[in-house]
């Protein structure tokens, strides 16, 4: 009997303790994890140098108030400022508040500017956001909102791709085009570069804002420091979290100066986000994950999965449709069924998630050594050959 809400489809399985790559379960078996928390655990399990971190700042101090400076936040925000087109950092505590602050940065700025009914938010439809009652109405899918009306208003939709109703759901009252530069739970879909310039002009013209969401595909996991970054477009605010605490809950909105000049005091607070013991951690992450040598080698350890995951795909044309994405947010689209090709793989010992479109997603830890890929390539190649 669990006296946990069911709200969850749990795998009958837990885990004892994590190191690098791999989770050890309760029943003493070894699994290589590469769902990494979601896109979370960017440097594994239990990675020394944040294990250091956290001792070291749990014995100094763990929790302040916001109606303090804390040094740790200024330190991480300017890190953050200096890798990025930010000028200005919010913190918070998760992905859904990130981009649920994001909407409030921008009608705040329309506000400022003396036009509040600039207010409302396009997004696609089917996308996600997070779990919220303003993120349910923005990701627009009917499997998240159902049942927790009344709706939450100040939302229009378009079609993933679909530039005509892109343009046609602009209005005078539109303050922002928000989008995930790749959709993570909608099945690992890439937002073509010559797309992101495209919105960002489209945005310019009709004088709105360009939110990218990068909470799953930034903080590295492409091997740029954010998915959209190849594209040379900046946008306006990109709300963050999952991979930037490694583990550790910490959301964060990223954001230029114009729109800063909303946020004046009283207009946004968080209790815990930005606190000294997150603060501490998340600086540790950013110094692993954004420097140039840790890029690179993203980028290269990328392009061997994905190559090698392409031969399989080629071996097994009736089973792998597509392998999709960027660097280590990677989607494997089936034609057989998702359900059981994961259960086969984790019954092997390769833990992988599922996303939408009958896609598997692979999301290892970004610091990932070859022979796990190469052992994780194995398992694939053998339930694919048990599939076939
Ligand atoms: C693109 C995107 N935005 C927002 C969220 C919500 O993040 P959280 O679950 O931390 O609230 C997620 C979570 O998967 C996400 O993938």
Redesign the pocket.
């Known amino acids: 009997m669990s006296y946990l809400t069911k709200n969850y489809n749990r795998k009958k399985i837990s885990f004892k303790y994590g190191k690098g790559s791999y989770l050890y379960s309760t029943d003493g078996k070894k699994y290589i994890d590469f769902v990494s928390g979601?896109?979370?655990n960017s440097l594994g399990h239990a990675h020394p140098k944040l294990v250091k971190t956290i001792n070291a700042q749990a014995k100094k101090l763990w929790h302040v108030s916001n109606a303090f400076i804390i040094p740790e936040g200024e330190r991480l925000a300017k890190k953050l400022c200096k890798k990025t087109f930010a000028d200005y950092v919010m913190f918070q505590?998760?992905?859904?508040?990130?981009?649920e602050a994001a909407i409030k940065v921008a009608r705040r700025y329309f506000y400022s500017i003396g036009k509040p009914n600039k207010n409302r938010i396009l997004c696609v439809k089917n996308?996600?956001?997070?779990?919220?009652l303003a993120?349910i109405y923005a990701s627009g899918s009917k499997k998240m909102t159902e049942g927790f009306g009344p709706k939450v208003g100040g939302f229009d939709h378009f079609k993933f791709g679909d530039h005509n109703s892109l343009k046609k759901k602009i209005t005078k009252n539109t303050a922002a085009i928000m989008v995930?530069t790749i959709?993570?739970?909608g099945g690992i879909k890439v937002i073509p570069d010559w797309c992101l310039r495209g919105l960002r002009k489209l945005c310019n013209k009709k004088k709105i804002l360009l939110i990218l969401?990068?909470?799953?595909?930034g903080i590295s996991r492409t091997g740029d420091f954010f998915a959209f970054e190849q594209s040379k477009v900046k946008p306006d605010i990109v709300?963050i979290?999952?991979g930037i605490g490694g583990g550790f809950?910490i959301?964060a909105v990223l954001m230029n100066k114009k729109v800063a000049s909303g946020m004046t005091p009283g207009t946004h607070g968080s209790t815990f986000g930005g606190n000294p013991l997150a603060m501490a951690v998340g600086n540790s992450v950013m110094d692993i994950v954004s420097s140039k040598k840790f890029l690179i080698n993203v980028k290269s350890v990328s392009k061997y999965f994905l190559s090698s995951l392409n031969k399989i795909k080629d071996e097994y044309p009736n089973i792998i449709k597509e392998i999709r994405g960027r660097g280590l947010l990677i989607g494997m689209q089936l034609y057989t069924d998702q359900t059981k090709f994961i259960k086969k793989l984790m019954e092997n010992k390769l833990l992988t998630i599922r996303a939408a479109e009958n896609v598997i997603r692979i999301l290892p830890p970004l610091n990932v050594k070859r022979n796990e890929i190469d052992q994780a390539l194995k398992i694939i190649k053998k339930v694919c050959s048990e599939e076939n």
């Open positions: 979601i896109a979370v505590n998760s992905g859904a508040e990130a981009t996308s996600f956001h997070g779990r919220t993120a995930e959709m993570g739970e969401d990068e909470v799953q595909c709300p979290a999952k809950p959301g």
